[in-house]
């Protein structure tokens, strides 16, 4: 098991940045792919962007593909979720998690993780 816990979160106005960040505890970090996932209220849980533990690949949803950029540091178990050009529509709690399945289209469902945080709320305010 991996134990995550996500950071910087908060209240932002439409066109800004925040950089949410994932620390991660756990023997099996630097060889999961990782992903984050959103919930906004009443809607389901839906995949934003995933990376593998190499860094070689990485993935987006279409809504934040251009905005958002997954990045990972497995020399301090952290992983980083960049938002610039946020919308009033990706507010959310966003949720980091980890995976141990090949890399491919299947990480866009969150079936395939095995370990979540708590998540942070972003809110985007028009």
């Known amino acids: 098991q991996v134990q995550l816990v996500e950071s910087g979160g908060g209240l932002v106005q439409a066109g800004g940045s925040l950089r949410l960040s994932c620390a991660a505890s756990?023997?099996?970090?630097?060889?999961?792919?990782m992903g984050w996932f959103r919930q906004a209220p009443g809607k389901e849980r839906e995949f934003v962007a995933a990376?593998?533990?190499?860094?070689?690949?990485?993935g987006y949803a279409t809504s934040v593909k251009g905005r958002f950029t997954i990045s990972r540091d497995n020399a301090s178990n952290t992983v980083y979720l960049q938002m610039n050009g946020l919308k009033p529509e990706d507010t959310a709690v966003y949720y980091c998690?980890?995976?141990?399945?090949?890399?491919?289209?299947?990480?866009?469902?969150?079936?395939?993780?095995?370990?979540w945080g708590q998540g942070t709320q972003v809110t985007v305010s028009s």
């Open positions: 998690t980890a995976s141990r399945g090949p890399w491919g289209i299947r990480l866009v469902s969150a079936n395939e993780y095995h370990s």
């Open positions: 756990g023997r099996t970090f630097s060889t999961d792919a």
């Open positions: 990376i593998s533990w190499s860094s070689s690949n990485t």
